[in-house]
C-alpha cells in the first residue's frame, strides 16, 4: 500500500461538511494533513461541478462515494449520472436500510436487486461495492446473509467495500474476508476497535485499537485492492485530529517507503 491510495471517508467529518463553504474548508484541512484522496459521503447539499471544482483545487481525488440505498436499487440511472458528473467509476451501497434481515424471502429479492443495479452501473463503467455493517452477519439457515450476497450476486455486478471494524464486531475475521474476497474488493475500510474503560466496543484511530492491519492490507493487495479508506464513526475529540492521527501512523507503519 503507497499512501496515495490511502483516503479519508467524509463520513468521518460530517458535522463540519453542512454547505459548500464548510465542504471548502474542511476539505482544505483534509489535504493540509496529507490525504490525498477521499470517498465522499454525507455532505450537505452542493452541485457537482462545484464539488469537482473544490478537489481539484485541492489536488484531492474522489476515489469512491456512497450513494443512498434507493437510489442504487431504484434509480441507478442517477448514480450514473452523478458519478459521471464526479469523475468517479466506483460507488458503495451503504447500509441495509428498511431491509428485513431475518426474512429468506426478503432476502432472496433484495440480493436479486443489488446484482441487477450493480450489472445495470457496471454496464455504464460503474463499479459497485457491498458496504458491511455487523448486521449482515446474522445467520438465516446456518448461512450468514453476508455469505449470500457474494454468492448468489456475479463478480462482474457486486464487489466488496470491507469494514474491517463491523466485521471484528460481528466475530468474523477482516483478514479471513480479504482472502475470501479476493477479486472482488477494491476498496477496504480501515477502521480500528477497541474495548473502552467500561468495557464496551469502541471506534479508535488506526493504530489505537487492537486490530493487526499488517495482514489484512497485504491479503487486500494481493486481492486487487485500490483503495484504503480511513473512517472513523465516531471520534473522541475532533475529528481532524482523529483523522490525522490515523493518517500518520498509516504513513509511519503501514505503508511502504
Given at each position: 500500500m503507497k499512501i496515495n491510495q490511502v483516503a479519508l471517508q467524509t463520513f468521518t467529518i460530517r458535522e463540519s461538511i453542512k454547505n459548500p463553504a464548510d465542504i471548502a474548508s474542511s476539505l482544505k484541512k483534509v489535504r493540509e494533513i496529507g490525504y490525498s484522496a477521499i470517498q465522499a459521503s454525507m455532505m450537505g447539499p452542493i452541485d457537482e461541478d462545484e464539488l469537482v471544482k473544490i478537489v481539484d483545487g485541492e489536488g484531492i481525488t474522489i476515489c469512491a462515494t456512497h450513494e443512498p440505498a434507493e437510489s442504487i436499487l431504484n434509480e441507478p440511472e442517477k448514480v450514473?449520472?452523478?458519478?459521471?458528473?464526479?469523475?468517479?467509476?466506483?460507488?458503495?451501497?451503504?447500509?441495509?436500510?428498511?431491509?428485513?434481515?431475518?426474512?429468506?424471502?426478503?432476502?432472496?429479492?433484495?440480493?436479486?436487486?443489488?446484482?441487477?443495479?450493480?450489472?445495470i452501473l457496471a454496464e455504464a463503467g460503474i463499479t459497485l461495492a457491498y458496504h458491511n455493517h455487523q448486521r449482515e452477519f446474522l445467520q438465516l439457515d446456518g448461512k450468514t446473509v453476508y455469505e449470500r450476497i457474494f454468492e448468489e450476486t456475479d463478480p462482474r455486478w457486486m464487489q466488496a467495500e470491507i469494514d474491517t471494524y463491523w466485521i471484528q464486531y460481528a466475530g468474523a475475521s477482516p483478514?479471513?474476508?480479504?482472502?475470501?474476497?479476493?477479486?472482488?474488493?477494491?476498496?477496504?475500510?480501515?477502521?480500528?476497535?477497541?474495548?473502552?474503560?467500561?468495557?464496551?466496543?469502541e471506534f479508535a484511530e488506526i493504530g489505537n485499537g487492537n486490530i493487526n492491519f499488517k495482514p489484512i492490507i497485504a491479503a487486500a493487495e494481493k486481492g486487487g485492492c485500490r483503495w484504503f479508506v480511513v473512517e472513523q464513526d465516531v471520534c473522541p475529540g475532533d475529528p481532524f485530529e482523529s483523522a490525522r492521527q490515523s493518517f500518520e501512523y498509516i504513513r509511519d507503519h503501514l505503508c511502504e517507503n
Open positions: 450514473i449520472e452523478r458519478l459521471g458528473k464526479l469523475n468517479c467509476s466506483l460507488t458503495a451501497y451503504p447500509f441495509p436500510k428498511d431491509v428485513d434481515l431475518t426474512s429468506k424471502e426478503f432476502i432472496d429479492d433484495w440480493i436479486k436487486k443489488l446484482n441487477s443495479a450493480g450489472r483478514l479471513e474476508w480479504c482472502e475470501r474476497l479476493a477479486g472482488r474488493l477494491p476498496i477496504l475500510h480501515l477502521k480500528d476497535y477497541r474495548i473502552s474503560a467500561d468495557m464496551k466496543p
